[in-house]
């Protein structure tokens, strides 16, 4: 199947690790050029470095907007336009109810909620102008189904959810759709820092590679979901029970 994703620019926030990492190689393998942005340097430029065709590494950190919008800026710079955009960021600590603190709950707000505001903020008018575009949250299950001992994960991404539903119906006439992709347990360094096996849970009986959840955000991002707007998608193996 041809994607149509090349020569696209695509965004992809925290990429420099993990399901980023994986997003941004899958749309480079398609031919679109890839900006990427994380907070370490190094690592960052190693995976620009890996990945085929053009490619812009910039270091910025999501909970920033105003690195947000310099790092925005700095694609359209590079290559004219934003056709994509990849929200994402890492998760707040496990915790329950009772440990989480004030602070907690504001870090997990700008991590998992204002990260995604910020780049919707600067890139939506983009693609409206243009009449093109994809916006893809990165969450998680956990806003189909909350994970025990996560409660800010739950709570937050679950309002993101929100906003991204919202978004869709205030662009889906520009042709600018917007989508939540929520992968379940993934091997990545995040679910080793959980802790946690669960295998069992799972109908599949296993848990995903990266490559599996970026290949569902290549296609959203893609000329043949054309018609594919306000949806949360779990990438999840079965695990996720409700419909």
């Known amino acids: 199947m041809e994607l149509g994703l090349a020569g696209r620019v695509a965004l992809v926030a925290a990429a420099s690790q993990g399901l980023g990492k994986a997003v941004a190689r899958g749309l480079a393998a398609e031919g679109a050029r890839v900006a990427l ?3 370490g340097r190094a690592a960052l430029e190693q995976t620009a470095a890996e990945l085929p065709g053009e490619s ?8 920033d907007p105003e690195q947000v919008h310099a790092f925005v800026q700095a694609a359209v710079a590079r290559f004219g336009r934003i056709d994509i955009c990849v929200a994402n960021a890492g998760g707040p600590p496990a ?3 009772e440990q989480a603190t004030i602070e907690d709950w504001r870090a997990a707000l700008d991590l998992n909620f204002l990260s995604t505001l910020w780049f919707a903020r600067e890139v939506l008018p983009l693609m409206r102008e243009q009449r093109w575009g994809r916006f893809l949250a990165i969450t998680s299950v956990s806003v189909r ?3 025990d001992g996560l409660i800010l994960s739950n709570a937050v991404r ?5 906003l991204i539903k919202s978004l869709a119906l205030e662009y889906a006439p520009y042709n ?3 989508n939540n992709v929520c992968p379940g347990y993934t091997a990545t360094e995040r679910l080793k820092a959980l802790n946690v096996h669960p295998e069992s849970q799972i109908p599949m009986g296993r848990v995903a590679q990266p490559v599996e959840f970026a290949d569902a955000v290549v296609f959203l991002a893609s000329e043949r979901a054309s018609y594919i707007t306000g949806v949360t998608l779990a990438v999840d193996g079965g695990w996720t029970r409700g419909t």
């Open 158 to 162: 679950s309002g993101t959810a929100g």
């Open 176 to 178: 600018v759709l917007v």
């Open 37 to 39: 942005c994380a907070r």
């Open 95 to 97: 915790k329950r109810f």
């Open 56 to 63: 812009l590494a910039f270091v910025a950190d999501v909970t």
């Open 145 to 147: 189904q909350p994970i």
